[in-house]
């Protein structure tokens, strides 16, 4: 058994005498192991960095199997965002919640072509990409059937002005039909609408709260697991930012 594909490196875990099991994400496999050879060695460790897009080979005698995998670079991402601690917590809270939510070898297409972008543009900083990212979390929501709707009034079916969600339900609610429950229901941020706020921290930590509390609630909760620590710190990281970035 074998395949070759464009894959972004989620996850590294050493393994024996200088090996490592490594967690891609791919198009077509999905999130999909395998066991690299001196992948934990001086000369391997900048290639299986998570956050990487290498051209990754994979090869096993059974397609059961753990299997074997060899890489190229591509891109460098994890380098690139280095010098940005808020790129950098991006880029981990990322591959940390697609390694630990996505069910291993199913194709993943939206959520790997979501993650490219993120890493295709870190090298502009963190600021223009913190709503995208958002919307990358809600795109994970969705792929694991956990899908907010946003589209009109849970109560009312209006579709504007929304500026909240349910948290039981996961969808909108209007601002006429959230006065009375204002405490109990989740902010909306505007840029999920496609209104404004896309630069501004208080919209991206709302839009973290929101799509945190369905990551935390069925996404890892439903698994009895704690969201990542990763993802938690961006969320912190966020929290700390001045009202505008």
Not at 145 to 169: F, I, K, M, N, Q
Request: with cysteine; net charge negative.
């Amino acid at each position: 058994m074998e395949w070759q594909a464009p894959g972004i490196v989620l996850e590294t875990r050493p393994h024996g005498e200088g090996g490592a099991v490594i967690a891609l994400l791919t198009e077509t496999q999905g999130r999909h192991l395998g066991l690299a050879r001196g992948g934990a060695s001086r000369a391997q460790s900048g290639l299986w960095q998570p956050g990487n897009l290498v051209e990754a080979r994979w090869i096993a005698r059974l397609p059961e199997q753990l299997g074997h995998f060899s890489a190229e670079m591509v891109h460098p991402s994890a380098a690139l965002a280095m010098d940005d601690p808020l790129a950098l917590a991006l880029l981990n809270s990322a591959c940390a919640l697609a390694a630990d939510a996505l069910p291993e070898r199913e194709a993943q297409p939206r959520v790997f072509s979501g993650l490219l972008a993120l890493m295709a543009n870190l090298n502009r900083g963190a600021v223009p990409l913190m709503a995208d990212y958002i919307r990358w979390e809600m795109l994970l929501l969705e792929a694991l059937g956990y899908g907010l709707d946003l589209s009109a009034c849970a109560v009312t079916g209006v579709t504007e002005p929304l500026t909240h969600v349910s948290p039981r339900s996961g969808r909108a609610v209007s601002a006429e039909a959230a006065e009375a429950w204002r405490d109990r229901l989740l902010p909306l941020p505007l840029f999920l609408l496609g209104g404004q706020g896309e630069n501004e921290p208080a919209e991206w930590l709302k839009g973290m709260r929101l799509t945190g509390h369905f990551l935390a609630r069925d996404a890892f909760g439903a698994r009895h697991r704690p969201v990542p620590p990763a993802r938690e710190r961006l969320e912190a990281r966020i929290a700390a930012l001045p009202a505008t970035s």
